[in-house]
Every structure is written in structure tokens, then in C-alpha cells.
């Protein structure tokens, strides 16, 4: 995956746990560029604002994502939640297929993992 797609798709998880911290105007730009792929110059035209005073919004809302995520870590805690969870989805396939009972015992501490944090 490129470069310009991970961050897309970081700015992406990003709004959609803290965007709406953000103000009307802030999500409204936000969403045009990370979203609905609207240059810089379309989004300026739209709002009578110059493409430097986008470019500088989206850059101060994504510094104010980003800082959410620093303290907060819901992002991250979702994401790796995500990751085990798909780790139980292949062991029960294995559990389903061999009934092994080491796959089991690997269902049962993750899932007790997960729900500790919860």
C-alpha cells in the first residue's frame, strides 16, 4: 500500500473517532479533502477561502486529530482489538476443522484479553 493511501486511511480512523471534536467548518473542509477527494483549489473556491488557508486548516485539524489519539490511544486500542479478533476468527476455523484444543485454549486467552480491557 502506498504512502498517500495509509495516510488517507489513518486520517479516515482518525475523524471517525474524533471528528466530531472538531467545529462545523473544520469537519465540513475535512471531510471534502480526506473524503469526497477535493483539491486543495476546489475546496477554496467552495469556501471563498485561498488554497493556502485549507492546506493550513487541514494541517491544524489533523495536528488536533492526531493529538486526541496521543492521549486518548482509541485508534490504536481499536485497531488492535481488530487484530485479535481476526486472530480468533482463523483459530476457530482451525478449531472447526481439527478440533484442536490448543486452537481453544488460544480462543479463550484472547477473548479474555479483550474483555480485561473492555
Known amino acids: 500500500m502506498d504512502q498517500d493511501m495509509e495516510q488517507?486511511?489513518?486520517?479516515?480512523?482518525l475523524y471517525d473517532f474524533y471528528g466530531e471534536l472538531l467545529k462545523d467548518r473544520q469537519r465540513r473542509?475535512?471531510?471534502d479533502f480526506v473524503f469526497h477527494d477535493l483539491s486543495l483549489g476546489e475546496i477554496a473556491r467552495e469556501e471563498g477561502i485561498s488554497r493556502q488557508g485549507v492546506h493550513d486548516l487541514i494541517r491544524r485539524c489533523t495536528k488536533a486529530l492526531e493529538g486526541y489519539e496521543k492521549r486518548l490511544h482509541l485508534?490504536?486500542?481499536?485497531?488492535d482489538t481488530k487484530e485479535r479478533v481476526a486472530k480468533i476468527h482463523a483459530l476457530a476455523g482451525v478449531l472447526r476443522d481439527s478440533h484442536d484444543a490448543a486452537a481453544?485454549?488460544?480462543?479463550e486467552q484472547i477473548s479474555n484479553e479483550i474483555l480485561e480491557e473492555l
Open 29 to 31: 473542509i475535512y471531510e
Open 8 to 13: 488517507k486511511i489513518e486520517q479516515a480512523y
Open 75 to 79: 485508534v490504536q486500542k481499536f485497531l
Open 104 to 107: 481453544l485454549d488460544q480462543i
